[in-house]
């Protein structure tokens, strides 16, 4: 029995305050307080483990305790005297140290932790030092000397903390008002008195995240797959991290056959995913914006020059998704070619361009990262060597400086592996990394705008600062620039470069698009009618189990209004271009999108955008293959749950819950002999008195 009001004393200002907000007059909303802004950690599965959190089925409680610096984790671990605590972390403290500590012990049913502002300026990555180890080109059978990161360790400040299995729930407090309100309730009513405990009634919390799946992918998708052939009404466990990667091509190629085999075709390669040790928090601005948002402004110069469609080898722009779960998408797109399901083959390809990590330069620099292992082959070493020579050429009189990362690098963690995995492919990876990542939040919540110092002034209106060219948007278009003409250099291209030139004005609009709000008024006028309702406020870029998510359809829709053409269709033409002859559906897809606002009104002028930009299956083909052991593709899967909730309360001491539980059940019975005694006499309390001037006949 949770108890508040006269039973447990006075309830706090705060709770009062926060209380009123809710409306309504139910039993439930005058003791609990829902706290609405919040983010939780969940379970994710491999092949061979689980990793995350969970709560238990009815979800977990306890007394709250705050922990802002590590002597206060005592109280917890050992001094006080109500366990189990839930406890309000500061973020400053969410470290691996800190977590196994609390790990070990019984006396912690749960953790809600407060983001640390400013971030932490050690840095915080709950990622791996070794990302993607095992799914990667390097092996005991390739380059053996490279495999686990024995050269280079990537990500050194990778704690692991993302791939540990907690078993109580972490919630991250993603609003500094609801956090407040938790703290005060502690100060009224959980602070120490006097180096002794404090007295009831006490703030308590509960949260809520049971995980449906358990052990592993291969445990989880078999009950799953058993459900769905024996069950009515089958209850899936887990779901398998999907979405879809999104390509378009410089000259259009038909999506339905194949290109021919003499054709080449440059592949140009960025992820789009990102992660972080909580569910759908992953702003990801120098792990994956900053480099697709690079790609983005590049395809968009590259369209611009007037003779693309005479060069001599075709360009894939290409945005790969579920990088981070050990290559979702690329290991897909090489399954797909290999089983000629694509319109590539692997023997369409030339070569390889990808960016990764590109916003964090020092002195400008950014470093050229090849395999040495392949270079070992000579007619691979001559086509490296040529494509290094260009991209070094293509910066000469500008702000970027390209270098050689060394012949005795290994590449850092990449989609160009995938593609290696299955053919020797000249290929190069641009990073602002020699050998550790320069990103001291890779993975993290802290891998914000603020990150890759994107600064606005004071004052502006949203309208002003998606317009506003930062810096940062300045150096990316640099990039841009020197990659949009090394590619042109690359595929054939003789004219002068000097003309192909990104836009920083289109970075500074997809950077704050990506980073900042997606719901702004450039992003509204690009996207169709009837998918408006992706336009959240906070982007994030998670890969999640149900797709397209919103970064998928926003950089398709990106994509395709900077490279594509507007052309004169109806609306009916647009959306059924197979009816109209001469649109070449084969090669083209055809967009009706939203458009402007018109001038002082609330009506848009829509319009029909053509385009080679299409979305292809990012789905592990260990799926596919029901492989879900699989050593050699991508296992993550994601477990269902039924309900993700947070609330705080006070609550009663354990005495007075039995008093009143004795008391209720006394009055009950009370009640019940009253009732019998009552019903029996019924007869004489209840009977009709004779009126005594009544005359009998």
Known sequence: VRLVGRGAGPASPSLGLLRGSCQGNSVERKIYIPLNKTAPCVRL????????????????????????????????????PHPPYM???????????????????????????????????????????????????YSKDYGPQFAHCNNTVWNPLGSGLSYEDFDFPIFLLEDANETQVIKQCYQDHNVPRDGSGPEYPL???????????????VTCMRRSSLQSTFSINPEVVCDPLLDYNVWSTLQPINSSGKVDAEKEVIIVATRIDSHSFFWNIAPGAESAVSSFVTHLAAAEALHKASDVHLLQRNIMFTFFQGETFDYIGSSRMVYDMEKDKFPLRLDNIH????????????????????????????SVEVQVRILLDILSNSSVGANVTLQEAGYSQPLPPSSFQRFLRARHIPGVVLTDH???????????MYDTPENIQMQYPEGLSPEETLEYVTDTAKSLAE????????????AGGAN???????????????????????????????????????????????????????????????????????VNLTKEECLNPEKTPSSEKELYEYAWVQGSLEP??????????????RLSKALSPAFELRQWGSTEYSTWTESRWKEIRARIFLVASKELEIITLVVGIAILIFSLLTTYFINAKADVLFSIPRDPGAVAY
């Open 203 to 217: 703030c308590a919390m509960q949260l809520f995240s049971h995980m449906h799946a358990v052990t592993s992918t």
């Open 479 to 490: 990039v841009a620039t020197v990659v949009a003409r090394a590619l042109y250099r690359l």
């Open 496 to 566: 002068n470069t000097s003309a192909i030139q990104a836009d920083p004005k289109t970075v500074s609009r997809m950077l704050y698009g990506f980073l900042i709000k997606m719901n702004n008024s450039w992003f509204q006028s690009i996207i169709k009618p009837d998918i408006k309702g992706i336009l959240g406020d906070v982007p994030q870029h998670y890969v999640a189990v149900s797709s397209p998510v919103n970064t998928t359809y926003l950089v398709q829709y990106v994509l395709a209004n900077l490279t594509g053409t507007v």
């Open 45 to 80: 599965l491999n092949a061979t483990h689980q990793i995350g959190c969970q709560s238990s089925i009815s979800g977990d409680t306890g007394v709250i305790h705050v922990v802002e610096k590590e002597e206060d984790l005592n109280w917890v671990l050992a001094d006080g």
């Open 87 to 137: 406890i309000l972390l500061d973020g400053n403290l969410f470290n691996r140290r800190v977590m196994l500590q609390l790990k070990g012990t019984s006396r912690v049913s749960g953790l809600a932790v407060a983001i640390a502002k400013p971030s932490p300026p050690q840095g915080f990555s709950p990622g791996l030092k070794c990302p993607n180890d095992g799914f990667g080109v």
């Open 434 to 444: 020699r050998t550790a990542f320069q990103n001291r939040y890779y993975q993290s």
């Open 351 to 378: 070569s390889f361009v990808e960016m990764n990590q590109v916003a964090l330069r020092n002195a400008s620099v950014l470093w050229m990262h090849t395999d040495p292992v392949s270079r070992l082959n000579k």
């Open 600 to 613: 002082n009104s609330t009506a848009r002028v829509p319009y029909c955008v053509r385009s080679t930009v």
